[in-house]
T-cell receptor, first 116, second 115 residues
């Protein structure tokens, strides 16, 4: 059973470009979380999604950031018009979403975004 | 609102000595509690969790944690530290009684085990 997959692992964008980060949850998992980690800092919650629905986006910046988790395919975190301050590691985690194990969260390896 | 505090940014311990990484939490309901470890340039790896039952929870790599409801703490412990335990450790909480709430992570504690 493959774990949570994220791609790309490293992404370099120039200021003003768009960044698209992908997350494929573990098989059977219907809930996805996105977190951002700045260098030498902890994880900051961004958004919590289930398929075709955003459950909690309280951690998402109001502008330029969006996330989706379609019925088919991976979850996408999109950052438009990137700025240097967006440089960070972005982690995705998935959980079953229901049942006894719904509280468990499994993390992907992260995407390291560098904005030049 | 949920919150997690890890009062120490850095913990240094000699190899072979016991280690403790502290965590306190705040939730409105009953907590689910977790510890994760992060090695350099890697994602978070699950160590252990408290859901219900015994207050002493045993996890991966010889780690354990004790849930103390009165002190709202969930400190991570290991009887004998290894140099390979050096990493960044995160405590996390989720409100058991509020399904819509997400996970909240502490700021992390960097553990250095000295040979």
């Amino acid at each position: 059973n493959a774990g949570v997959m994220q791609n790309p692992r490293h992404l370099v964008r120039r200021r003003g470009q768009e960044a698209r980060l992908r997350c494929s949850p573990m098989k059977g998992h219907s809930h996805v979380y996105w977190y951002r980690q700045l260098p030498e800092e902890g994880l900051k919650f961004m958004v919590y999604l289930q398929k075709e629905n955003i459950i909690d986006e309280s951690g998402m910046p109001k502008e330029r950031f969006s996330a989706e988790f379609p019925k088919e395919g991976p979850s996408i975190l999109r950052i438009q018009q990137v700025v240097r301050g967006d440089s960070a590691a972005y982690f995705c985690a998935s959980s079953p979403g229901s049942g006894f194990r719904s509280y468990e969260q499994y993390f992907g390896p992260g995407t390291r975004l560098t904005v030049t | 609102a949920q919150s997690v505090a890890q009062p120490e940014d850095q913990v240094n311990v000699a190899e072979g000595n016991p280690l403790t990484v502290k965590c306190t939490y705040s939730v409105s309901g009953n907590p689910y509690l977790f510890w994760y470890v992060q090695y350099p340039n890697r994602g978070l790896q699950f160590l252990l969790k408290y859901i219900t039952g015994d207050n002493l929870v045993k996890g991966s790599y010889g780690f354990e944690a004790e849930f103390n409801k009165s002190q709202t703490s969930f400190h991570l412990k290991k009887p004998s530290a290894l140099v390979s335990d050096s990493a960044l450790y995160f405590c996390a909480v989720r409100d058991k009684d509020n399904y819509g709430q997400n996970f909240v992570f502490g700021p992390g504690t960097r553990l250095s085990v000295l040979p």
